[in-house]
T-cell receptor
């Protein structure tokens, strides 16, 4: 248990569905991140929130929409995804940008 | 991933030492990290080293940093089957940049 909780752990969705991934951290951190991990590819940083403000968006398609309502919660809203979006989506938090991040267990997403 | 490079695979016999190497590009990184990912799990922060240090030891783990060559290594002494995992090197400036990960397989 790292103090970062992601739900759901597994998600299967159709290309026309809308779903959301949730991340919650209990560590008092002020920065939160979404990463995408695909098979045989490096870990890809998607979004960074610092003090609830989005500070990084790494050319992520608009079908991924993040939301950070407060410093403890982070969402990733998904709509009209493609099969190549199937991956493990990891949430992380840290005290300050760039400092050692603690990761959740990830959501294994399959788009069919 | 392109700022941090690692070899992709390492096979080691149980009881031997494992050494995982990493090179990075950003000389302004304050901290450098090693993460471990077991199958089906997220990344676990294993250890880190401050950039003004050249070595850090934590039980079976030894981190060596050569700042001049921008080279970081993780040595695992007495490697066990439970050490089989993917190991990621990461550097931080504004954000964490990860390598592609080294898959370590421990054979009996």
């Amino acid at each position: 248990e790292t103090g970062v909780t992601q739900t759901p752990r597994h998600l299967v969705m159709g290309m026309t569905n809308k779903k959301s991934l949730k991340c919650e951290q209990h560590l008092g951190h002020n920065a939160m991140y979404w990463y995408k991990q695909s098979a045989k590819k490096p870990l890809e940083l998607m979004f960074v929130y610092s003090l609830e403000e989005r500070v990084e968006n790494n050319s992520v398609p608009s079908r991924f929409s993040p939301e950070c309502p407060n410093s403890s919660h982070l969402f990733l809203h998904l709509h009209t995804l493609q099969p190549e979006d199937s991956a493990l989506y990891l949430c992380a938090s840290s005290q300050g940008q760039g400092s050692g991040a603690f990761f959740g267990q990830g959501t294994r997403l399959t788009v069919v | 991933g392109e700022d941090v490079e690692q070899s992709l695979f390492l096979s080691v016999r149980e009881g031997d030492s494992s050494v995982i190497n990493c090179t990075y590009t950003d000389s302004s990184s304050t901290y450098l990290y090693w993460y471990k990912q077991e199958p089906g799990a997220g990344l676990q922060l294993l250890t880190y080293i401050f950039s003004n240090m050249d070595m850090k030891q934590d039980q079976r783990l030894t981190v060596l940093l050569n700042k001049k060559d921008k080279h970081l290594s993780l040595r695992i002494a007495d490697t066990q089957t439970g050490d089989s995992a993917i190991y990621f090197c990461a550097e931080s400036d504004y954000k964490l940049s990860f390598g592609a990960g080294t898959t370590v397989t421990v054979r009996a």
